[in-house]
């Protein structure tokens, strides 16, 4: 499904992207992001399409908002039955919905009576129960318990593929981006990058889609060539081997990025030597200026030719470092991506 | 504060604690007209509460849910009948409404007389009670989330039943609040009905008359009697509003 919309109030917008399966919108905050789902939803002025110009009660899209809003006024179940008309058989086809999403147990219950992810079900089913065409959930993980985000996020998009409609996802959590089917990037109100999420993650176009996607290393250089389909690039008396990209032609300025999880410390390049030999290409000696321990890995800042934000993973070596020491730092060529400067 | 609080709750019941004393037990007896104006009382009351419903509600959600140029000037506009001492409001409508107004002698074309009459007495009491409902009925009203009624469009409701589905149901406890004191100014309106429906007598002009042609001895026992045709339906409305799911 292809949506094109345009917002002038409360803030200037324009995304043009296409939904397919689970479809994940990321931007940071104050993108509008809410915004753009509320006028899908026929809840704000906009022009577009679809559904341009209807009401929002002619609209036939679920609208799952933050917090999910449901009635607290009503039971689980009657929250669940709100969209069906007044007639018999209004709660057997509430219970359906509610024991195809596995909450019929819940049918009763209040909704203050109810974890974040009973009510996003809930909310679910009765976003269901309208017979929507699409699905609109904005920041599906802020009302969930940490503890259990990913499980119950995990089985929610599993219940969203199984229902087979197409479903759009505003989030600024570019995780939850990793695990959708499609993903487009929001910078500056706009859609700026579309498609898979190993494609976007792979190849960000620009500085800002590289900081929204977690890149942490982000320099600009000089292309000085293409050979055998690998690009060189110069930067402060250093040297990087990457992927050459369609668009790129040597004598111009691109921007790299490389993920701070990609860089490894190369065997025999720290203090005490190792066994086997440097690797060739995308190597640079490094101070160690900052340790940090962060979950089971550890983040270094190191200084050299460049500046270089490295996350090491558990038993990675170099895991037994502390600031000051020097270390022998390289990157794969395929992780190092390339992206066109602006102006 | 629980001091404070009950020191409150004592002298406002301490009045009728009072009455308990001062009224002649013994004695205990009614005049004639205290019953006809207690009918009159609670039968125009239960005429001017749909009236103060049908025509109040609209206007609290209205205020509570549109903005729009001038909503200050209006917000102000409504305090006026809340201001303005119940005889002056008697007086203002007699004029407004009185055989030797325009539209006195309009109403009058087509039968209808705003000076002691029936009709003189609810208009009395739906012009002195509705501010009171409108008031805690806006307030009910602007408490509810916008985003709930919001949700129930997207699932595809019609605004007016979002209304009676959400907005009503979510607003029940203040709107029941209004009513009750709606109910309660209706019944007790002296000021405005003295001067528009001195007749047919209602239960404080009763007491006003009762006073005057015999004495305190016949005022108590009426005022026994208003309380208990009073209070009924507010302490029902207080316990229905509270239930869950009223609709």
Do not use: C
């Not at chain 1, 994940?24 to 104050?30: R, Y």
């Not at chain 1, 979950?295 to 934000?309: H, T």
């Not at chain 2, 917000?75 to 407004?96: N, R």
Request: aromatic share 8%; charged share 15%.
């Amino acid at each position: 499904m292809q949506i094109d919309y345009r917002l002038e109030r409360p803030l200037r917008i324009e995304a043009r992207l296409s939904v397919a399966g689970f479809t994940v919108l990321a931007g940071a905050s104050g993108e509008g992001k809410t915004s753009l789902l509320k006028a899908i939803a026929g809840l704000l002025p906009a022009e577009g399409e679809p559904y341009g110009g209807l009401p929002p009660q002619d609209r036939p899209v679920g609208y799952l908002p933050q917090g999910f809003a449901l009635f607290p006024h009503l039971s689980a179940w009657e929250n669940v039955a709100f969209p069906l008309a007044r007639r018999s058989g209004r709660r057997e086809r509430a219970l359906g919905l509610m024991a195809r999403l596995g909450i019929a147990g819940l049918a009763e219950r209040s909704p203050d009576a109810l974890s974040g992810g009973q009510q996003q079900r809930v909310a679910l089913a009765r976003a269901l129960a309208r017979g929507p065409e699409l699905l609109l959930l904005d920041e599906p993980t802020s009302a969930l318990d940490p503890a259990t985000r990913d499980a119950v996020l995990g089985e929610l998009i599993e219940e969203i593929r199984r229902i087979g409609l197409p479903t759009l996802v505003v989030t600024h959590d570019v995780h939850l981006a990793a695990m959708a089917d499609r993903m487009a990037l929001m910078v500056g109100r706009q859609i700026v990058q579309e498609g898979t999420p190993r494609e976007v993650f792979a190849a960000p176009v620009d500085e800002r889609a590289a900081r929204l996607l977690g890149y942490r290393n982000l320099f600009f250089g000089l292309l000085q060539a293409i050979v055998d389909g690998l690009a060189t690039v110069a930067l402060d008396g250093l040297r990087l081997t990457a992927p050459a990209p369609s668009w790129g032609v040597p004598g111009m300025r691109v921007g790299i990025a490389i993920r701070s999880e990609d860089i490894a410390l190369a065997p025999g390049g720290t203090t005490e030597a190792g066994a086997a030999a440097p690797p060739r290409m995308n190597v640079v000696m490094l101070n160690v200026t900052a340790v940090r321990e962060e979950g089971l890995a550890l983040r270094l800042s190191a200084y050299g030719s460049v500046a270089l934000d490295i996350l090491l993973p558990r038993g990675a070596d170099g895991s037994d470092l502390s600031a000051g020491a020097r270390v022998l730092a390289w990157v794969r060529p395929e992780h190092v991506h390339l992206f066109r400067a602006a102006g | 504060m629980p001091l404070l609080g009950l020191g409150a709750l004592i002298f406002l019941i301490a009045p009728f604690a009072a009455l308990a004393f001062v009224t002649d037990w013994v004695g205990f007896h009614f005049v004639p007209g205290d019953f006809s104006a207690a009918f009159v009382s609670v039968a125009y009351s239960l005429v001017a509460m749909p009236i103060i419903a049908a025509l109040g509600t609209p206007l609290a959600w209205w205020l509570a849910r549109r903005d729009f140029p001038g909503k200050l000037v209006v917000d102000a506009l409504l305090l006026l009948p809340l201001l303005a001492p119940p005889l002056a409001l008697g007086i203002l409508l007699a004029s407004l409404y009185g055989p030797y107004s325009a539209a006195g002698v309009l109403l009058g074309r087509v039968g209808v007389v705003l000076t002691n009459t029936a009709a003189a007495f609810v208009l009395a009491q739906v012009y002195g009670a509705m501010p009171y409902y409108v008031l805690a009925a806006r307030a009910a009203f602007e408490a509810v989330p916008r985003e709930l009624e919001e949700i129930a469009l997207t699932l595809g409701k019609e605004r007016w039943q979002v209304f009676l589905a959400v907005s009503l149901p979510m607003a029940r406890l203040g709107v029941a609040a209004g009513l009750a004191l709606a109910w309660v100014r209706a019944l007790g309106e002296f000021g405005i009905v003295l001067i528009v429906a001195y007749f047919p007598h209602g239960i404080p002009v009763k007491l006003w008359v009762n006073l005057e042609d015999s004495g305190l001895a016949a005022v108590y026992p009426l005022l026994w009697l208003f309380l208990i045709v009073a209070m009924p339906l507010p302490l029902w409305l207080g316990i229905v509003s509270r239930r869950r799911g009223l609709m």
